[in-house]
């Protein structure tokens, strides 16, 4: 059992692109993957639930992050594939977090650890800041992906992300950062060497057509370059 969060300090880098490609194609492997949607955009939960609409906050993260309730697990679209759905008032967590005495950075890790042996993978979609959501999820988790996009001002927010994975596998968990990028990787690979992945993801506006067909890029073409490029990165992180 690997639980990765995948994070970036930026929204639109390709989080919740990539959290639904590399669980929806562990599954055609054959593996057991639980997905958790962080993020109070919940745009993980929209492409997998059909009936993400009617989903009341009591039935999402929203319990467990603000309420220290079991995770909510619903079945999704594809076989073997469960989602831990995300609420749009999740953005509250933050405040209240804040404010709380418990041990609250640890509260999605404390519901995990009684569900996760039913799993092969979990997968944390992160939201786009280093909020409390974002260090309940790091806390949970053996390794974080983040994710680059190219342009010099993403390495200031690399920098500032590594530094709270640091402090996070110091203060409450041990991690294993891992940079994933498709430019300035000269800059990234002196800063960050053997932690950087082979593996570019290209721009392929498939991957954005699966998720308005509320399907992952496999199942949506499995011969499009976005997936060809998923799959290697697959084969790299879980060979
Ligand atoms: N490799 C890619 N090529 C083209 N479009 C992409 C790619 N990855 C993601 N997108 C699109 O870019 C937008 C942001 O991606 P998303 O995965 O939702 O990012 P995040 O979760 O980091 O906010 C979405 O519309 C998505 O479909
Ligand atoms: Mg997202």
């Known amino acids: 059992m690997l639980t990765t969060a995948i994070a970036s300090q930026k929204g639109g880098t390709g989080k919740t692109t990539t959290a639904i490609a590399l669980a929806s194609g562990l599954t055609y492997k054959g593996k057991k993957v639980l997905l958790i949607d962080a993020d109070s955009q919940a745009n993980a939960s929209k492409v997998l639930l059909p009936t993400y609409q009617h989903i009341p906050k009591e039935d999402t993260v929203h319990r467990t992050i603000l309420h220290r309730q079991p995770l909510p697990i619903h079945t999704t679209t594809i076989k073997n594939l469960w989602i831990a759905p995300a ?11 804040t404010v709380a005495r418990d041990h609250r950075e640890a509260r999605l890790k404390h ?3 009684q569900v996760k042996g039913n799993y092969d993978y979990v997968f944390i979609d992160c939201p786009p800041a280093l ?4 260090l309940n999820a790091f806390t949970a988790a053996d390794e974080v992906i983040v994710i680059v996009s190219p342009g010099y001002f993403e390495l200031d927010s690399i920098v500032q992300i590594s530094k709270t994975i640091a402090e996070v596998r110091k203060g409450y968990n041990v991690s294993d950062p891992t940079v994933n990028t498709a430019n300035s990787l000269a800059i990234l690979r002196k800063m960050y060497g053997n932690q950087l992945l082979q593996t570019i993801i290209p721009r392929n506006t ?11 890029i496999f199942r949506y073409n499995p011969s499009a370059k976005g997936a060809l490029a998923y799959a290697r990165l697959i084969e790299e992180l879980y060979p």
């Not at 609420?87 to 977090?97: N, T």
């Not at 498939?206 to 992952?216: G, V, Y």
């Open 87 to 97: 609420h749009i008032l999740l953005s509250d967590a933050d405040m209240e977090l």
């Open 131 to 134: 909020g409390w959501l974002t």
């Open 111 to 113: 519901q995990l650890d």
């Open 206 to 216: 498939d991957l954005r057509d699966a998720h308005f067909s509320k399907q992952d």
